[in-house]
Structures are given as structure tokens and as C-alpha cells.
């Protein structure tokens, strides 16, 4: 299965899945990659300000949508074992994230992996506690 699919068969992900569907980027997650996606499970969604997830997903927001969508993605591989204290990374909509190895946790900026290293035919999946904004 690939990174929607697997996303689709899973169960927490169902908000991250709508999103993925509302910004258009269904056919590009499911294509070849390989992608790295930090997906916030159902519980991060719901932790947003109250309408937060019912504006992006509008048309209108489209462009939004897909820069914070894009921020959780990154092209290429990477496995937790790959993931270093401190280093950076550069999202797929252009801007960079930073890994943390604190307490025998792995935090990408402020969100906690929960699940980690979900693979897939096209990538990997981590699991995050939180949805992480572009600035």
C-alpha cells in the first residue's frame, strides 16, 4: 500500500486524509516518491483553535492547505534510525524543520513522533502528536 492508502487503512488519520483529499494531493502522495510524511494523528487536528480544520479545507484555502500539508512531507526516505539531534531538514513546500532527540523522544519542531517508521510502497509514514505550521 502507499502513504493514502496506508494512511486510509490506518483509522487515525481520517482529518489528515480529508485534508490531503481537500488540497489535491491524493494522486501526488500515492505517486512513486519516495516520501517521508510526519502525519498528525485525528487528536493533533482536534487540538487546533475551534474552525481551524473547517476553513482550511474550503476552497478558497486551497494554497494555505497545501503549504501546511507540504511542511509535513519530505522527499525521500528517512527511516527514525536516520534522524539525528539537531538536524534540519527541508520540507517539500521549501521550508525546514528541525529534529529533536530529547528524553529518548524524537520531536519534529515542538511535535512528538508517536509512532514511528510505518513503511510503505512509496515512502514512510511517523506519526506525530501535532500539526506542525510553516512560518
Not at 8 to 19: D, I, P, Q
Not at 42 to 47: E, K, S, T, V
Not at 81 to 104: Q, S, W
Amino acid at each position: 500500500m502507499n502513504i493514502v492508502e496506508t494512511a486510509v487503512s490506518n483509522g487515525s488519520f481520517k482529518t489528515l486524509v480529508a485534508a490531503v483529499t481537500a488540497a489535491g494531493l491524493v494522486e501526488t502522495l500515492s505517486g512513486a516518491g519516495p516520501f517521508t510524511v510526519f502525519a498528525p494523528v485525528d487528536d493533533a487536528f482536534a487540538a487546533l483553535p475551534a474552525g481551524t480544520v473547517e476553513s482550511l479545507v474550503e476552497p478558497g484555502n486551497k494554497k494555505k492547505l497545501t503549504g501546511i500539508l507540504t511542511y509535513h512531507v519530505l522527499a525521500g526516505k528517512v527511516l527514525s534510525t536516520d534522524l539525528t539531534d539537531g538536524m534540519t531538514a527541508t520540507t517539500v513546500n521549501g521550508e525546514e524543520i528541525t529534529i529533536h532527540l530529547t528524553d529518548g523522544k524524537v520531536l519534529v519542531n515542538d511535535a512528538e513522533v508517536v509512532i514511528a517508521d510505518v513503511e510503505t510502497d512509496n515512502g514512510v509514514i511517523h506519526a506525530i502528536n501535532k500539526v506542525i505550521m510553516p512560518s
